[in-house]
């Protein structure tokens, strides 16, 4: 909370510099207000523009402390760590997921070695972490290769083979593997809703489409899979075209995001402790696969995709 104090007198500057109506020892506190009772962050404050809404929509939005309060009422702790876990994931979801991959900890140094030769482009992730922190991309060419294996042996680490996107999405967004998050909760009755869709993308630096770790995303629209209005990343940074391939996010047609809402409808069933979770999807030259489950979906994507504060409506769903 300390810290807190100290980093929200810094971004107050912002706040006013997006509101010049309202003074900076207002925006300070505002900013303290909704941190300390509702559980709004600066990222949730900046990214939902708190400084244009009213007390009442404010109220509506699902914040960084709500978001946790919905995992612990829509999951068990054996769903959360079951989604955690990246290689029980893989084995628990498998007749959804093509890509080979291995268990480093499982796995001799020499099977590893085999395993990025064969394979050629592999991507290295954390076991149980999250935001895309900790990914190392390997190419069984570079003179490094060795080195990033023996860093890796002994600790808690998946290695998948590189899948690419079909050409329309590699050519919007280049360097990156880009996904198709789209936000599922089962109700009370077992009715599943699709509460928001987004395309997520690098930002033509890192290879990476992790909203957190430096990617950027854009709303798509659930009725014909085009995307809608600006992307965004963290920050508060607005995008109209993409900032590498310089095409314009809005209108943009999403291919197979028909397929995508046919899939997530099967897979949102079938573990259905799992009742709110955020589904990742590549569409690829060899269909749609299957990427991660996130319990919970980020809330600050999943609302700025569903245009609208979503605290009310998920609790009148429990």
């Known amino acids: 909370m300390l810290k807190y104090l100290v980093k929200s007198w810094r971004n107050s500057a912002y706040i006013v510099k997006q509101n010049p109506q309202m003074c900076r020892l207002s925006a300070y506190f505002s900013l303290l207000y909704w941190f300390y009772f509702y559980g709004n962050d600066f990222n949730d404050y900046c990214t939902f523009r708190f400084w244009e809404k009213s007390r009442k929509e404010k109220k509506s939005y699902v914040s960084l402390r709500r978001n946790d309060r919905l995992r612990f009422a829509l999951s ?24 080979r991959w291995i268990l480093v900890s499982s796995t001799s140094q020499l099977e590893i070695e085999r395993f990025v030769m064969v394979e050629k482009s592999v991507v290295a992730k954390p076991l149980s972490d999250f935001g895309g922190h900790g990914i190392i991309k390997i190419n069984s060419n570079e003179n490094h290769t060795n080195d990033y294996i023996t860093s890796l042996l002994g600790k808690q680490y998946i290695i998948e083979e590189c899948i690419q996107n079909i050409e329309q999405l590699r050519k919007l ?37 992790n909203y957190h770790d430096g990617g950027i995303a854009c709303p798509i629209d659930i009725s014909n899979g085009s995307l809608k209005g600006n992307a965004y990343g963290m920050g508060c940074i607005e995008y109209e075209k993409h900032p590498l391939s310089k095409i314009k996010f809005d209108g943009f047609r999403v291919p197979d995001f028909d397929k995508c809402i046919d899939l997530v409808k099967e897979i949102a069933f079938e573990e259905p402790a799992a009742r709110y979770v955020g589904w990742d999807f590549a569409i690829t030259p060899n269909g749609i696969e299957l990427i991660e489950g996130n319990i919970p979906p980020g809330e600050d994507i999943t609302q700025i995709a569903a245009g609208r504060g979503l605290w009310n409506e998920i609790n009148e769903l429990l």
């Open 76 to 99: 068990t702790p054996e769903v959360h760590k079951l989604f955690l876990d990246k290689a029980k994931f893989n084995i628990r979801f498998s007749k959804f997921i093509k890509r």
């Open 173 to 209: 967004a280049p360097g990156s593997l880009n996904t198709i998050r789209i936000v599922t909760l089962i109700d009370r009755f077992g009715q599943l809703h699709i509460l928001a869709a987004l395309l997520r993308m690098g930002n033509g630096i890192g290879y990476t489409d």
